[in-house]
Every structure is written in C-alpha cells, then in structure tokens.
C-alpha cells in the first residue's frame, strides 16, 4: 500500500535541477537534540523487524514468537522454489524491486559500518539478515536471462487481512526475461548480488556464486532495457532506471574493480543531482560511493563528488540550495506514505559521506559555501534522534522503542492473532475484527519504524491510516547505520576507524 500516495509528487523531487527553492519550516531544534537515547537498543530492535518480514520456513533461532512458517509453496505454480525472503511491508506479498533494495542497503550497512556492528554483538544478525534476501534471491535469478520478481498478486491479497502463515490468496508469479524487460528490477538485483559479495568474501563459494549473478544479471538489464510495470501500483518505478543502472555498475566496480564497469559508468551511465535516496532513486547512494574515486562522466560534465555534495546541499535548511521540506519540528518530509525511509536514508548518507569526508580531509561545497562533516552528521543525529522522540509529540516512531511509540502499525501479522495452521480465516470478516478496531495490535511488531508524522509533525497511531503507520524493510535496512554508529561512536559520530 506504501507507494500509492506516492505517484504525484514525486516527479516534482526527481531530477531537480537544484534551483535554490526555499522552503518554509527550516528551524531545527537543537534543545530536543541532546536526548541521550539508548542507541544500542534501537539498534538491536530495528534489527528484529527484518526477521519479523521473513517468509518461508523459518529457522529454529527466530526471534519473533509470533511468527510461523509462511508460504512454503511459493514457486509451485511454475515448478520451481521461491520461498524465502521477505514481506516488504505490512501486506504478504514478495516485492522484487524494495527486497533486493533492502539487501543491498544491508550490505552496505555491513560494508561501512562493520567495526560498530561487531562491537555491538549485530553483525551475525546482519550478516543473516542479507543471507535471508540473497538465499531468495538467488532461487529467483537460477536461469540466465530471466528472474522472478515477485510473488503473492497484491489485489487478491489485500482483499483479506490475514497473517502470512494463514493466507490462502493465490501465490501468482511474476518474472521478466528478454520478452518483458524490468531494467530497475534486474540492476537492483545485480547491485545487492555485488554488494553481498563483498560482505561475504569468506565464504568463497557463496561469494563468488553471488558475483557471477551480478555480472549476468548487469548485462541483462543492459541488454534489455525496459521498466516492468507489474509491481505498480505499489511499487512503480517514477525515476527511470538510469539511477539503478548506474548503481549496479558501482557496485560491480567496488566489487572487482574491473575496468569495464569504470567504463560504463565514465561513458554510459547518466547521473543526475536529486535530493532524495530511496527504493526509486539511487543516484545519491552511487554518487556518494564514487566521489571517492574523483571520477566523472558524461564527457567530464558529471562530477561524482559535486553530484553528492548537491544531495548534501539540497536536504541541509542552511544552505543556499536548500529545497528538501522539513517540518517544524526539524525533520525531513518528502512525501506522506512511508516519509521515515527518507529520514533513514538521509541520515544513512550523511554518516557514511562524512566518514569519507573527513578520511580524505575534504568537505562539501554548497556553491562557495563549505559544510563542515561535523554539519552532516550534526543533521544525521538530530534525524535519527526525531525518530526515537526528540520531536514536537515527544515520542517514538519506532515500535517498542521509548515513550508513546505506536502500538497500531499497519501490519497484518502484528493485527492478527496467532492461529492454528490451516485455519480458514473468513476474509470478509477480517478487516472488521482484525484491522479496524481502536486497540494496540495482539503482536509487537518490536524495532518497527512507522511511515511517521506528517508535514507538521502530527500522528495519529491508527492502523487504518496506512500512509503513516506502516513500516517497510528499507526504512529499517538503513536505520541499522546510522544507529550502530551513534550506539558505538556517541552523539559526535566521529568514526573510530
Ligand atoms: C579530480 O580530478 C580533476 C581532474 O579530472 C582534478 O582537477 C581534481 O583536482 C581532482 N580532485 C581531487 C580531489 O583529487
Ligand atoms: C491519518 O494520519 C494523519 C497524520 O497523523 C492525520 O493527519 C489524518 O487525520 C489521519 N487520518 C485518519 C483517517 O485517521
């Protein structure tokens, strides 16, 4: 459901020419900063959601008692195993664009923040957390020049809330190959493949699998280009898949930093300043990884480094080129529907940005103003701290977490009880004893964060307001960063490594 309220503006955000619209709203709160949140909690509880989202048989170690084994046919309709991996969101259905999203997003979690999750005793259950996508993922991508995107027909599904463990809605597949193009799809897939290459280098065998399906699936996507429209409504790709393709060839550059992926991206791959990084848009997560590199392209036009510090410059209220909305009480609001992946994003960017910043002794120029690194991860604290309850309504938006945090998500396996196997759930009953009642959900959908407050800081925590109580993995997948740094480096997120 995340992505309907999403279609309209959302061109607006994309390939904005940064011209310097100034937005009411820009006064940050500095009083609410200082919290002194229990990072390492949040962090372990954001963890936990991911496990919350599994489907398939579930392993004798899962943490979340509410959950049972789900949808272990997933696959039969074609003959093949595709169970595994996760529900997105507070629906059953298996999104192919958002889960590999996810993955990737974890990957490079663990890539730049592997000190702090090892300190934290989190990186095994990071570590399983991309295991669980990729095991998936690579049962979907088994036959060249073709891969299975989704699975669960979200129309049929959500005409019944019911648990994933009691469903019945038909497991319909959906693929792409070279008949039906999904060039975001298939460069999403081949970045999380890339990505959790590297972060699974001591497993030779898993690795090396994992990079031979990225390299494949990069030239698929390459060969055939196209969008896929079959994951739209929900999740329609409204930025082009310029963004994923160069994504893809970044990953496969760190990967192997093999020449011919520097090529693409030098000579073919186009690039544009956004101010926004999510599902869709990928071009600041590519920007910030290359700036390292100091490269270019689009005939010297496209400077990576430039390309990030404009992201930079965008979301910051106190820069001239200032364009991102933030609310009253100081945090960022793009759109209403799901508003927190942004907020995660961006802080997740910011960390990781200014790490690289400070190593290489640089800073961001916002036309010929500098900003500092201390300033991007200043941003980056109060962001994540808004989250956990340093905001107007004083209180979290993460489930389980701190004051007041919301006890209705939107989320059908928190809303419903826990029902014998096989129970025949009456669908047209279900949203009228499960879903609409004024009451916390049975099952705590614990290290949840919600879609958040509205442009002006307001919440009302009712699960039928979907557009602000629903959590989705991507949100959590780089929420995982910032938290693990803040947990081990402290509120100043000077790296210590
Ligand atoms: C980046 O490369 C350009 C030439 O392509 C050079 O002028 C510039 O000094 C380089 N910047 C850094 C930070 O190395
Ligand atoms: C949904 O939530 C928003 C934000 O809190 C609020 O403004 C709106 O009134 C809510 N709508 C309903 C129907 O609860």
């Known amino acids: ?72 046919d997933d696959g039969k309709l074609a003959n093949v195993d595709l169970t595994g991996g996760y529900y997105d969101a507070g629906d059953n259905v298996k999104y192919g664009l958002p889960l590999a999203f996810t993955v990737t997003t974890l990957a490079w979690t663990v890539l730049a923040f592997k000190p702090e999750l090892e300190q934290t005793k989190e990186l095994e259950h990071v570590h399983e957390a991309i295991r669980w996508g990729t095991d998936y993922l690579l049962k979907c991508a088994a ?5 299975w995107v989704q699975v669960g027909d979200p129309n ?37 493949f890339a990505a959790s290459s590297m972060v699974f280098r001591n497993d030779k065998k898993y690795s090396r699998a994992l990079l031979n399906k990225a390299k494949l699936l990069f030239l698929f ?51 544009s300043s956004v101010a926004e990084f999510s599902w869709d848009l990928k071009f600041p997560g590519a920007q910030v990884l290359l700036a390292e590199f100091n490269m270019t392209s689009g005939g010297g036009a496209q400077n990576f480094k430039v390309q990030a510090d404009n992201f930079v410059c965008a979301v910051l209220p106190d820069t001239p080129f200032h364009q991102v909305f933030i609310t009253p009480g100081g945090v960022i609001h793009l759109r209403d529907g799901a508003n927190t992946q942004y907020v995660t994003s961006t802080s997740f960017l910011f960390v990781v940005y200014s790490d690289l910043l400070l190593r290489t002794g640089q800073s961001v120029m916002c036309g010929n103003q500098p900003v500092a690194p201390a300033r991007l991860r200043e941003f980056a604290r109060q962001q994540m701290d808004y989250l956990l309850g340093a905001n107007p309504r004083h209180s979290s938006y993460v489930v389980g977490f701190g004051a007041n945090s919301p006890t209705q998500p939107h989320h059908r396996g928190a809303s419903t009880p826990v029902l014998p196997p096989g129970t025949d759930v009456n669908c047209g009953l279900s949203f009228g004893e499960w879903m609409a009642p004024d009451r916390p959900n049975p099952n705590e959908l614990t290290g949840a964060i919600v879609g958040g407050p509205d442009k002006n800081d307001g919440f009302v925590d009712k699960r039928g307001n979907s557009s602000y109580t629903e959590p989705c993995t991507y949100i959590n997948s780089l929420a995982i960063g910032p938290l693990a740094a803040l947990a081990v480096r402290g509120a100043q997120l000077v790296a210590t490594h």
Not at 28 to 51: M, V
């Open 221 to 271: 996507a390459k060969a055939h280009q196209g969008s896929y429209d079959g994951e739209c409504p929900f999740y329609c790709s409204y930025s082009g898949y310029n963004d994923e393709l160069l994504w893809a060839a970044t990953w496969l550059y760190l990967a192997t930093k093999r020449q011919v992926y520097a090529d693409f991206i030098t000579h073919e791959a186009i690039s």
């Open 143 to 147: 036959r060249k020049n073709k891969l």
């Open 1 to 72: 459901m995340r992505a309907l309220s999403h279609g309209s503006s959302m061109r607006a955000h994309v390939a904005l020419a940064l011209a310097a619209l100034v937005l009411a709203g820009d006064a940050l709160h500095p009083s609410l900063a200082a919290a002194g949140f229990d990072y390492k909690d949040a962090l372990s509880k954001t963890i936990i959601f991911l496990e919350a989202q599994r489907s398939g048989k579930l392993p004798p170690n899962n943490r979340v008692k509410w959950r049972g084994d789900s949808a272990l």
């Open 156 to 192: 049929l599904d959500h005409q019944c809330w019911v648990r994933p463990e009691n469903m019945k809605a038909p497991r319909t597949l959906y693929e792409i190959d070279e008949k039906t193009p999904g060039t975001e799809i298939a460069a999403e897939t081949a970045a999380a």
